[in-house]
């Protein structure tokens, strides 16, 4: 790896209020292939990475014949299992 390219990987740590200024210039950077560390209080917390390309695209239909969605996938949810909910929201 050159030098040049391993600099421009290397992480650029900046702080959460330059963070929320120039947030988008900073997802730019990161989109281009710079890792850009956000750090709170001096201490990072957050991290700006590109996303990985997809290794291929979409193709529509592939799971065509193999899935099968109930009839009653949108009727509602049985009172024992709302109840469920319930709780864990309380």
Known sequence: ME???LV??????VNLYEAKTHLS???D???????????????PVARLVPLAPRN??????IWRGKVRVA?????PLPKAILDAFDRRRG
Do not use: H, N, Y
Not at 8 to 13: D, F, H, V
Not at 29 to 39: M, N, Y
């Open 3 to 5: 030098l040049v390219e």
């Open 8 to 13: 421009k990987r290397m992480a650029r740590t």
């Open 25 to 27: 210039q900073l997802v």
């Open 29 to 43: 950077r990161a989109a281009s292939g710079e890792e850009v560390v956000i750090a709170k209080a001096g201490r």
């Open 56 to 61: 291929r695209p979409r193709k529509p239909g």
């Open 71 to 75: 009839k009653s996938f949108d009727a």
